[in-house]
């Protein structure tokens, strides 16, 4: 029962806000009107000529807020603000309902009070006031809408990156990396502690970038190397990597953690679906001022390319692309490959780091 109540009173609160602010413009209006055709001197005795002025202003502040408030929600729903033409139809929209509204106020006054009648000064100046406390509002309304979105934007901006971060401590890796060095510690200790260094420096990495936005796809690929190399000591000789990323396109900015979860899938599906050999692949080049990275393996490959399905079933596929698009908006594309995935990222005006086409390394 208390809970219900504590969800009704935000609500019963907005509503006495809302009509204690047309109350406020109504009495506003009726006085300056009062004081403007009458004079605020002839009060004592021609105060019913004031109620009346503010009384009419109410129900002229009624109509034209109702009217402008249902403009707003059936603009939002159908108009999204994404351009400057949306912005356009916004306005336009709401001039053509505060027009209308104030028209509809005024037929009604005259159909409620046939001896309803006013001066067209009174009209015009009145209209004029209307109009310009209708575009205030809306403007601080949409002001207000804008910054909740800003604010729901970067609450799930930092829930991505909180996201990410749980996604890359993953249990079960932890769990083989360990198995891994344990076996390695007895046999082949130089070995050992070279895993361990490799997973020291990836969970470094992994903290630093739940802090920092951007990396460079020389981070990012330093990153999936280790990761791959932590792997090769659990697979042995059933994993190859292969990573083939040029110099000039290394200092190319992108979200933090992109690639590791990519090369994790692959090692997953990957090496992970089939007892044979598996190659792990890491591909960057430049194609029409796009970056196009790809991390392919020679695994059973997707059962499908359609990337919705693929995310629907809660990979960490569906973790980067929502970083792709906090970072890039809409100008980063994620497609799948039958042996893995591509993205296509823009390269902005970063420069281009001296050294040409890099060297292709293998492992394995």
């Known amino acids: 029962m208390f809970t219900d109540i504590r969800n009704t009173l935000p609500g019963v609160r907005r509503l006495g806000q809302?009509?204690?602010?047309?109350?406020?413009?109504?009495?506003?209006?009726?006085?300056?009107?009062?004081?403007?055709?009458?004079?605020?001197?002839?009060?004592?005795?021609?105060?019913?000529?004031?109620?009346?002025?503010?009384?009419?202003?109410?129900?002229?502040?009624?109509?034209?807020?109702?009217?402008?408030?249902?403009?707003?929600?059936?603009l939002r729903a159908h108009v999204p603000l994404r351009s400057r033409r949306d912005v356009a139809l916004h306005v336009g929209g709401l001039s053509v309902t505060t027009v209308g509204a104030y028209g509809l106020a005024t037929a009604f006054c005259r159909v409620l009070h046939p001896a309803f009648s006013v001066r067209w000064q009174v009209l015009v100046i009145t209209a004029t006031i209307t109009f310009m406390v209708s575009l205030i509002w809306s403007a601080f309304s949409y002001m207000g809408a804008f910054y909740r979105q800003l604010r729901k934007a970067e609450a799930a901006r930092y829930e991505a990156r909180l996201e990410a971060l749980r996604a890359q401590i993953n249990p079960h890796f932890l769990f083989n990396a360990f198995n891994s060095i344990a076996a390695l510690v007895r046999t082949r200790p130089d070995e050992a502690e070279m895993v361990v260094e490799d997973l020291s420096d990836l969970f470094r990495y992994t903290l630093r970038a739940s802090k920092d936005d951007?990396?460079?796809?020389?981070?990012?690929?330093?990153?999936?190397?280790?990761?791959?190399?932590?792997?090769?000591?659990?697979?042995?000789?059933?994993?190859?990597?292969?990573?083939?990323?040029?110099?000039?396109?290394?200092?190319?900015?992108?979200?933090?953690?992109?690639?590791?979860?990519?090369?994790?899938?692959?090692?997953?599906?990957?090496?992970?679906?089939?007892?044979?050999?598996?190659?792990?692949?890491?591909?960057?080049?430049?194609?029409?001022?796009?970056?196009?990275?790809?991390?392919?393996?020679?695994?059973?490959?997707?059962?499908?390319?359609?990337?919705?399905?693929?995310?629907?079933?809660?990979?960490?596929?569906?973790?980067?692309?929502?970083?792709?698009?906090?970072?890039?908006?809409?100008?980063?594309?994620?497609?799948?490959?039958?042996?893995?995935?591509?993205?296509?990222?823009?390269?902005h005006d970063e420069e281009a780091s001296p050294g040409g086409r890099g060297a292709v390394v293998e492992a394995g």
């Open 18 to 74: 809302q009509i204690g602010l047309m109350l406020g413009v109504a009495l506003l209006i009726g006085t300056f009107l009062f004081h403007v055709w009458t004079g605020l001197g002839e009060l004592p005795e021609r105060w019913p000529t004031l109620l009346w002025n503010v009384y009419f202003s109410l129900v002229y502040t009624v109509i034209i807020f109702t009217s402008v408030r249902v403009a707003i929600a059936v």
């Open 214 to 347: 951007a990396a460079t796809l020389a981070q990012e690929v330093e990153a999936a190397r280790r990761y791959l190399a932590v792997e090769k000591a659990r697979f042995r000789d059933r994993l190859t990597v292969t990573i083939d990323v040029p110099d000039r396109l290394r200092s190319v900015s992108m979200p933090s953690m992109t690639l590791q979860p990519l090369v994790e899938n692959a090692v997953k599906h990957g090496v992970g679906g089939t007892a044979d050999a598996c190659t792990v692949t890491v591909m960057a080049e430049e194609i029409d001022d796009m970056l196009v990275l790809r991390v392919q393996d020679t695994g059973p490959g997707f059962s499908t390319v359609d990337l919705d399905d693929v995310l629907d079933e809660g990979t960490g596929l569906a973790n980067v692309r929502e970083r792709l698009r906090l970072f890039f908006g809409d100008a980063a594309r994620m497609r799948l490959q039958a042996q893995g995935v591509e993205l296509r990222l823009p390269l």
